[in-house]
């Protein structure tokens, strides 16, 4: 039978999610806060070049991740990527034209309604999810599955059950990321360099050293540690740090033509929770992502396909009758 579901989030976890619902043949929604798909796979643009300021690259360990790999490849959306300075085994993957677009082939005729935060989930007494945006607009599911951050996730369903609780256990580390691009090459340095965490630079990536990106641009990524530190500080008091953490690599002065800063609250998984997905005791609601497996883009990628699976074994009962 065909369901009728939300997914939060279109960031990897949901958007396998909502490609393997949608090829089950149910009617899927995308909500995404943001102007653009990929969520931590994202990919910045403007005059100066492309910039993947979240996740760098992608590896496999299992079948599943590598047949989507593989067929992403196949369709253009991702190559490849050998840099100079590679220091970790297995093939590293690259989305194409940038990271977002790792996502995209998977949202391809899917209903995403970018910049439509949901502010609130409900259940009414017909058995229906409620759904209520930013804008005060109210849109009603048989299912919704929550791909948003730990804390946001919780906002949103503990009201509705205590089994969501269990999202307080993940913990986090946050990220700032540096955009910088040259106008002049800085042959000094690798393609990719990693640091401390506990510095403002745990890693340095010529962006541009990827397939079918342009010019001398490169991704800085503060440490952990000293990301959480700097958290609430202005990009523009992070920017000069991360520059000269750019420049100590470079071994000299360097006058980027572009230099901003990003600041990931919720870059990396430090502790997760051990489950693939977390659903309420009606069936109505579930909450995936990498936070539940683990800090890899193979892990959301997992927990994604977990609540698919999840909704395509199991019809929902209803939900009690009662309204929230």
């Not at 590896?59 to 220091?87: C, I, N, Q, S, Y």
Request: charge should be negative; proline fraction near 6%; include cysteine.
């Amino acid at each position: 039978m065909t369901q009728s579901v939300a997914i939060i989030g279109a960031g990897l976890a949901g958007a396998v999610c909502a490609r393997a619902l949608a090829d089950a043949g149910h009617a899927v929604t995308v909500f995404e806060k943001s102007g653009g798909t990929g969520g931590r796979l994202s990919t910045r643009r403007n005059e100066a070049g492309s910039f993947d300021h979240g996740a760098q690259y992608l590896t496999a360990r299992g079948a599943p991740m590598r047949a989507l790999l593989d067929e992403l490849a196949e369709k253009g959306a991702a190559a490849p990527w050998v840099p100079e300075g590679k220091d970790r085994a297995g093939d590293w993957h690259v989305g194409l034209p940038g990271m977002s677009g790792l996502v995209k082939p998977l949202l391809d005729g899917i209903d995403v309604r970018l910049r439509t935060p949901v502010d609130a989930i409900g259940l009414d007494a017909q058995g229906h999810v409620r759904l209520t945006d930013a804008e005060g607009r109210d849109y009603r599911f048989g299912r919704v599955v929550v791909t948003a951050p730990a804390p946001q996730a919780m906002a949103l369903t503990l009201p509705l059950d205590p089994v969501f609780e269990a999202l307080d256990a993940i913990v986090y580390a946050p990220c700032w990321a540096g955009m910088f691009a040259l106008d002049e090459p800085a042959a000094d340095l690798p393609d990719v360099l990693r640091g401390d965490d506990d510095g403002p630079a745990a890693l340095i990536v010529r962006n541009s050293s990827k397939p079918g990106r342009a010019g001398e641009t490169f991704i800085v990524h503060g440490g952990g540690a000293w990301s959480a530190r700097h958290l609430e500080s202005e990009p523009d008091l992070i920017v000069p740090r991360l520059l000269g953490a750019l420049e100590h690599g470079a071994a000299r002065r360097l006058s980027p033509v572009h230099a901003v800063a990003h600041r990931w609250r919720y870059a990396r998984v430090d502790r997760a929770l051990g489950e693939d997905h977390l659903m309420s005791d009606c069936g109505r609601i579930i909450v995936c992502g990498d936070g539940l497996v683990g800090g890899r883009a193979e892990a959301a990628a997992h927990s994604g396909w977990a609540a698919a699976a999840a909704i395509l074994d199991r019809q929902a009962p209803p939900c009690g009758g009662y309204t929230i």
